[in-house]
């Protein structure tokens, strides 16, 4: 299985910038997609941009689309998320993971995940 460290979270204020780091290690495929997700209040974890493992187009979910980018460095096994003009809807723990097929079908094991806090 995939494990997964997620790094980068923190307090800022809205329209700040921060970046999530994610290091994968363990059945790392090029194969496999990955995704950040954001935990909902219900608990639930939505993707909110996604790296597909075909070379398919990056995908965003429409509230962080031309704020936040995903990018993979994938020697160092290691998934980005930038995020600009933070919101303060945004607040949630992000997680990354891998995928295989869709973004609900994860392959890793949740890690900690990073807290965002965007609050002023």
């Known amino acids: 299985q995939v494990q997964l460290v997620e790094s980068g979270g923190g307090l800022v204020q809205p329209g700040e910038s921060l970046t999530l780091s994610c290091v994968a290690s363990g059945a790392t495929f090029s194969i496999y997609g990955m995704g950040w997700y954001r935990q909902t209040p219900g608990n639930q974890r939505e993707p909110i941009a996604t790296i597909p493992g075909d070379g398919s187009p990056l995908k965003y979910a429409d509230d962080v689309r031309g704020r936040f980018t995903i990018s993979r460095d994938k020697p160092k096994n290691t998934l980005y998320l930038q995020m600009n003009n933070l919101k303060p809807e945004g607040t949630a723990p992000y997680f990354c993971?891998?995928?295989?097929?869709?973004?609900?079908?994860?392959?890793?094991?949740w890690g900690q995940g990073a807290q965002v806090t965007v609050s002023s």
């Open positions: 993971n891998s995928y295989i097929g869709t973004p609900s079908s994860v392959a890793g094991v």
